[in-house]
């Protein structure tokens, strides 16, 4: 079973256009972990917007970089996933001609909460789903280039406690409309990476039925969940089902009660590239 493309035109970052007649534009020699700092956009006496300002960071702390050499390398990196379809490392991702302008989409914003703004990537107009990527990528002061934090299938769900939960880019299991199977990663600070942790996934008894691990489904619903490995997939011989109380008990202990970040992606076109400068 294929998993369904999601279209996230929805998600376009609005921009407030104050016109700024004496103050033109916005410095951008670093960003500042100001909580009180809006998304905003300069905009030239014709209204249209000159540069889109960063998502806020977190407040209490110094300058972390400079904003114009890791934004001249993100709009690098934004113009060749546009112009040339490949991504970070180069490699030619493929690119469906008859894409909507919305299909591919970035944003910049601190998912991790490191206090430094990151770049994500939501490329979906590939002709086949192994192109289909969502990157989170950071600028290094040090060495001037982009490290990766993460690749995976998406959309992805981002939380404001470093977590990330990815959807697997195909349901070939026993889950069938009872859950999308799924992995949870989370931020380690250590190596400025999201590590991959347990892996969720279902068995629905209308699905199939053989051999259903009914006195493992407490609450009669047909359902039971696998919690899993990175990596190893489900053995429905040998693996552990749990109810649905047991799934949502060890989903919490991941969450704690975090919400979703609201990430403001917009469409990958040209003027968006050049409006984060």
Known sequence: MRKKKIICGGLVLALTLPVLASCGKPKADAYWKDSDRQIAAAADES????????????????????????????TQV???????????TGQDLGYFENA?????????????????????VRYTASQISAGQREYVLKYDEAS?????????????IYYDNGVIEAGWSHN??????????YTFWRYD??????????????WEKELVEYKFPDSA??????????????????????????????????REGILGGAEKLEIPFMPLTETNIKNIQ
């Open 144 to 156: 001037g280039t982009i490290t990766e934090e993460l690749t995976e299938f998406p959309p992805v």
């Open 217 to 250: 489904d407490k609450d009669g619903d047909g359902v039971v969940y696998y919690i899993i490995e990175y990596g190893n997939p489900v053995d429905y011989s040998t693996d552990t089902p749990i109810d649905k109380s047991g799934y949502d008990e060890w």
């Open 47 to 74: 209204g249209q917007p000159d540069a889109v300002i960063a998502a806020p960071l977190p407040s209490g702390q110094e300058p972390v970089i400079s904003a114009d050499a890791m934004l001249a390398a993100y």
């Open 189 to 202: 600070p250590q190596t400025d990476t999201y590590q991959a942790g347990q892996m969720a996934d279902a």
């Open 100 to 120: 909507g302008e919305d299909w591919n989409q970035f944003a910049v914003y601190d998912v991790d909460m490191d206090g430094q703004n990151e770049l994500l």
């Open 172 to 181: 070939h299991g026993r889950a069938g409309d009872a859950l999308w199977p």
């Open 78 to 88: 934004l113009e060749d996933f546009y112009y040339n379809h490949k991504d970070h």
